[in-house]
């Protein structure tokens, strides 16, 4: 619906996805909204695809351009895969600024002239067009003109006048060219809302958007990111567990290997987060992709979140252990996301996971690892308020979710690099540990709120049959300093399998190497 036959002041769509939520349903109709932010933090994408979007829904829409030359913006639109076609663009050049010397003149102080021909060219053009949406880009030349706060102000507010009396809804863009952030324009706005670009010490520029102020209207508060690439500006809300419930039945998922599950009760809760910690190389991505496998061949899709390793890798292991990814990623049933700590935000990642989950339908999520999740944070000092969030919404969508958390050395005492055991529902710890001048695999359940589980220690082998585990080990002590001891019987200790006939089985009795 064209702004001019929407109610008084009634959202309107911003063209930007994920945007219109953050504003209760977008820009103010037939109102001024004042967009701040440095250069090159994305204002001129801002203001094109709320127009992009204006002549896709039949309004006339014009961009007044001050900063930027029309082709300038053809070629951002060009990269974008943009056109502006349907949209008029006005680059507003007075004669006093412009290189013809039969314009120019010494009779009168160039800066009184230039603002009000500047302010007479642009009216004149709104007058031609009769715009419904207009992008002003930018109102830093009209500061520098006016050379005082106070004409400034007054000639904004007269710009203002005449958008409303005319039923414009209008972007007015600023670049705060100012040496100290220009709050006089909030006041007589009716929204400010402020795009940041942040660089950390090392990796991607952070970009995010902050609604500073919009009238009448329950928003969105606080910081939410960014990103621009190919196709525009993207927004990430920031995620608000409590604002998405969804119904579904409460069942354990089994993982294929009966001895894991008997250790955890039947298996794992869906919608419940379950923490696998452990040293490097002590089998948690293996353990979770067992939970994964069974439930890809139940028919249900997955996701992986990999930090710590390529997606080819990751496919790769899986198949040595006998547990092939690749057919489920070909008949997508399976999204890997292989994701670099330096280049995404909280935002982005848990935008992505959002996706998965809402518009693939996802019901069973890996995130491999937290310490990787950990570095991409890096500098956030609430990194355990956005995992709860998360780890929350997940839940609340009856997704499994199974996060892996490498902590620090491999023997000896273990420390972790941030604490998520009270987010967690279920948490399993994996050790090494020592017996016939063998290094094994043990594993433990130290927590489950949804139900009864073992509190046994249970020895566990990786081989290219799959996982194992073995009968309770009694004769441990030390698991939980980190240097667990086996003093029983290496009789009880899980056997190596053996190939016969192509078939791989189980030999009985001691270990064959022992």
């Known amino acids: 619906m064209p702004s001019s036959d929407a109610p008084d002041a009634q959202p309107i769509p911003t063209g930007v996805p994920g945007f219109d939520g953050i504003l209760s349903g977008g820009y103010a109709a037939r109102r001024a909204h004042l ?42 639109a060009g990269r974008h ?213 069974a439930a890809l061949k139940r028919g249900e899709r997955g996701l992986i979140i990999s930090f710590d390793e390529t997606r080819n890798i990751l496919l790769q292991r899986a198949q040595s252990v006998g547990m092939p990814l690749g057919a489920f990623v070909e008949a997508g049933m399976l999204q890997i996301e292989q994701i670099d700590p330096a280049d995404v935000s909280p935002g982005d990642f848990s935008g992505r996971i959002r996706d998965a989950v809402e518009r693939d339908g996802t019901r069973i999520v890996i995130i491999d690892s937290l310490t990787g999740y950990l570095s991409a944070m890096s500098g956030q000092p609430y990194l355990v308020m956005q995992m709860h969030e998360l780890v929350t919404y997940l839940n609340q969508q009856g997704v499994v979710t199974i996060l892996i958390l490498a902590q620090h050395g491999m023997v000896g005492k273990m420390e972790s690099p941030v604490d998520l055991t009270y987010v967690s529902d279920t948490v399993i710890m994996l050790r090494f540990f020592e017996a016939a001048g063998r290094v094994r695999r043990a594993l433990s359940v130290l927590k489950k709120r949804t139900g009864a589980h073992e509190d046994t220690i249970r020895e566990f082998k990786i081989d290219a049959g799959g996982l194992r585990v073995g009968e309770p080990l009694e004769r441990f002590r030390g698991v939980l300093t980190g240097v667990p001891t086996f003093d029983g019987d290496r009789d009880h200790l899980l056997a190596e399998r053996i190939r016969t006939d192509g078939t791989i089985v189980s030999e009985p009795g001691r270990d064959a190497a022992s």
């Open 35 to 76: 967009v701040e932010g440095r250069p090159g933090s994305g204002k001129t994408t801002l203001g094109l695809q709320f127009l992009i979007d204006g002549v896709a829904q039949g309004e006339t829409c014009l961009y007044i351009t001050l900063s930027e030359s029309r082709r300038e913006l053809l070629s951002v």
């Open 81 to 293: 895969g943009w056109s502006l076609d349907g949209i008029e663009i006005y680059e507003l050049v007075p004669p006093e600024l412009s290189l013809d010397l039969k314009q120019q003149q010494s009779l009168v102080h160039s800066s009184d002239l230039e603002l009000g021909e500047t302010v007479r060219m642009a009216l004149g053009e709104m007058e031609r067009v009769k715009p419904t949406r207009v992008v002003f880009d930018s109102l830093s030349e009209i500061r520098l003109l006016s050379q005082g706060s106070l004409r400034y102000r007054r000639q904004v507010l007269a710009l203002k006048s005449y958008f409303l009396l005319n039923d414009i809804t209008v972007l007015m863009l600023d670049d705060l060219s100012a040496e100290n952030d220009d709050l006089n324009l909030h006041s007589i706005s009716h929204a400010v809302i402020r795009l940041e670009q942040v660089t950390p010490p090392y990796g991607a520029v952070r970009r995010r958007i902050h609604v500073i102020k919009m009238r009448g209207t329950e928003y969105q508060g606080g910081y939410h990111d960014f990103v621009i690439r190919k196709g525009g500006i993207r927004v990430h809300p920031r995620l608000v567990a409590s604002e998405h419930h969804r119904s579904f039945v409460i069942d354990s998922v089994a993982s294929g290997v009966p001895e894991l599950d008997r250790v955890l009760g039947g298996g794992l809760d869906r919608g419940t987060a379950s923490l696998v910690i452990g040293p490097s190389g002590a089998g948690k991505s293996t353990l979770a992709v067992s939970y994964l496998v």
